[in-house]
């Protein structure tokens, strides 16, 4: 079996049941600890709280977006752009199609090029922006700059394989996914699956209190 | 008598050249002059056979890969020859000036000449002098450094750390150096590695390994080029203000910087700095503006821009490689305290006051040292 070949397939698929299973688990376990009871009477829907919160949190509060724009920007560039990289790129639906038989409308090239070019400045400006922000510093653990850097290599490895003309720098790729995928739930990664909870939490709190977020 | 020999050949090849561009020969008279020319032949080739290559080879100079080759041509020589089409003078006529010359790489195309000869000039360039030397000028400046270092130290602070800070650099200023820091490497990286691979990495770990790398390498160069270009903008605009020159700054190049030992005043950017920047911004347009020709070639019909593009591309990248060098080591284990600035945006006092005490001055209003004269007289505002 080459090189290609294993990454491809056993190591993917223990990878990909490795990410699916975490992150169930995971996420399971955060919904299973629930919530301490709440005495007071409910001035408010808590479930509509949950939904609010969720929503209010995608747009930047009018009084902080001329200090944060620099990172929602970032943030907003780099999140959409890998998503449309990694569901609209021709060779992930090629995959995909190879997996389940699924298939769809892909980017053109030039389009793929275009989204890589957003996603990797988003990227690269959250993270310096991370070592070069005093507060940014204080909070960031080394997983965080882990989890940074894993991506961007899954994103550059996939970048430099684009002329196809190289089995070698394809299985490097393929490689870097199935490491991604197997950091994916143990690691800060999973605020991709858990950002919902974490606001739909804060959001049905206040809720529940009444209070207008 | 000529036939189907092209116009342009019968005007400017030489009756000797002539005979052997021709395809056959006049009609022979008669069976004797037939037999003749057969013993001639043979001879000529008996003499070509056995005598030796060396004293024979009529010239180092090769037709280009892509000349086009007439129907009515003559055949290519013996094998280990360079044949009758590689005839020097020819070559150089067709060419329209000499191939050794230099001064026709960007010259106009000769009027009357059958080709264009830039693109040989070019490939010259790049393979005897530019791939082989180009990779030496960062590695001479990491030798010079570490000398430097070895010899002279890093730069402390005389007076030690105060633990009081002031602020220098805003984020989003913090932000755009860093950016374009890392677009600058991931482009020096993958630009080395195209432009020296060949030399570099395919004699050590082989050419299948140096295929599959520069192929890499290019697709990430041009992925991140026109980020190189964002970041161009963006530095440009966070930092333009007080990188002006200033005449005050002629003290500076009198005393080399402070290097060897005199203090320097200095406004918020001294000299070096000053030209550090212009030297991003100016040189790093230069290689903006020929790395997107490089990449749309279709903007020009003229292959010569595309040549001087690759020039251009190469020296001002190698340029700003080499000095990058110098900046990133005066930026963290050069000098003490300088690594703050851009890692928190703060600096030590001690630091302002040693390096920029014209800028201490200016936003604390003390005097950065007992002796240092009045800041009008230092000229500043």
Avoid at chain 1, 192 to 198: D, G, M, N
Avoid at chain 2, 336 to 353: F, I, P
Wanted: some cysteine; hydrophobic content about 50%; glycine content about 8%.
């Amino acid at each position: 079996m080459s090189f290609l070949a294993f990454v491809e397939g056993p190591l993917f698929y223990i990878a990909a049941a490795v990410f699916l299973l975490g992150a169930a688990w995971k996420i399971l376990g955060l919904i299973r600890l629930g919530r301490r009871p709440d005495l007071a009477p409910p001035r408010g829907s808590a479930a509509w709280g949950f939904v609010r919160g969720n929503l209010r949190h995608f747009v930047p509060r009018g009084i902080f977006t001329r200090r944060t724009w620099l990172h929602i920007v970032a943030g907003y560039s780099f999140h959409i752009a890998l998503a449309v990289l990694v569901f609209f790129g021709a060779f992930h639906i090629a995959f995909i199609e190879r997996l389940t038989g699924l298939s769809w409308q892909a980017l053109p090239r030039w389009g793929f090029i275009v989204a890589a070019e957003i996603a990797f400045a988003g990227l690269i400006v959250l993270w310096v922006r991370r070592i070069s922000d005093p507060v940014m510093r204080q909070i960031t653990r080394a997983e965080d700059h882990a989890s940074t850097i894993l991506t961007f290599l899954v994103m550059l490895t996939g970048c430099l394989a684009l002329q196809e003309s190289h089995a070698s720098l394809r299985a490097i790729h393929m490689l870097f996914v199935d490491i991604w995928l197997l950091y994916f739930p143990f690691s800060r990664l999973m605020h991709a699956f858990t950002f919902v909870l974490s606001r739909g939490h804060s959001g049905a709190t206040y809720g529940r209190k009444g209070i207008n977020l | 008598m000529r036939q189907r020999l092209p116009f342009i050949f019968s005007e400017i090849l030489p009756p000797e050249a002539r005979f052997f561009a021709e395809k056959s020969p006049p009609p022979l008279a008669g069976a004797r002059t037939a037999r003749l020319f057969a013993l001639l032949a043979l001879l000529t080739a008996l003499i070509f056979t056995l005598a030796p290559a060396p004293l024979l080879a009529q010239s180092s100079v090769r037709p280009p890969g892509n000349a086009v080759t007439f129907p009515d041509a003559p055949e290519p020589g013996p094998a280990n020859t360079l044949g009758t089409r590689s005839d020097a003078e020819i070559w150089d006529m067709i060419r329209g000036g000499s191939p050794r010359d230099p001064g026709v790489i960007f010259a106009p195309t000769p009027e009357g000449a059958l080709m264009t000869t830039t693109g040989q000039q070019w490939r010259v360039l790049r393979e005897r002098y530019i791939r082989k030397y180009a990779g030496w000028a960062p590695l001479a400046v990491i030798v010079l450094i570490a000398l430097f270092h070895l010899i002279r130290g890093p730069m402390r602070l005389k007076e030690g750390r105060s633990g009081k800070t002031l602020p220098r650099f805003t984020l989003t200023a913090r932000v755009a150096h860093w950016f374009m820091a890392v677009v600058f490497i991931l482009l020096a990286i993958s630009g080395l590695v195209i432009l020296l691979g060949r030399v570099l990495i395919a004699p050590y770990l082989g050419r299948e390994v140096n295929s599959a790398l520069t192929s890499a390498a290019m697709q990430g160069h041009n992925l991140f080029g026109p980020l190189f270009i964002l970041a161009l903008f963006w530095l440009f605009v966070k930092f333009v203000a007080g990188n002006f020159f200033h005449p005050h700054d002629l003290k500076w190049i009198f005393r080399l910087g402070g290097l060897f030992g005199h203090h320097v005043s200095s406004r918020k950017f001294n000299f070096g700095e000053k030209t550090w920047f212009w030297l991003v911004v100016l040189v790093g347009a230069v290689i903006a503006a020929s790395g997107v020709l490089m990449l749309f070639p279709w903007l020009t019909d003229d292959l010569r821009f595309l040549q001087l593009a690759t020039v251009l591309h190469v020296l001002g990248a190698v340029l700003l490689i080499s000095i990058a060098i110098g900046h990133i080591y005066v930026g963290t284990i050069g000098m003490e305290g300088s690594l703050d600035s851009m890692l928190k945006g703060e600096v030590d006092e001690s630091w302002a006051r040693e390096h920029h005490d014209i800028w201490y001055e200016q936003i604390t209003g003390k005097k950065a040292h007992p002796e240092t004269p009045k800041m009008k007289q230092e000229g500043a505002p």
